[in-house]
């Protein structure tokens, strides 16, 4: 089964999880995390 295929009949039933924070230079064009109550719960399990 090819990627495209595979998106197209299971795509909606996979999730992918954030990625863990890391260190980067202030150039990164990556959008900032944003900490709330709830991300930092998650960070903690």
Known sequence: MTKPVFQEILGSLVTKPVGKPT???????????????????????
């Open 23 to 45: 260190l980067v230079p202030v150039s990164d064009k990556r959008k900032e995390i944003e900490f709330t109550e709830e991300t930092e719960n998650e960070s903690k399990h």
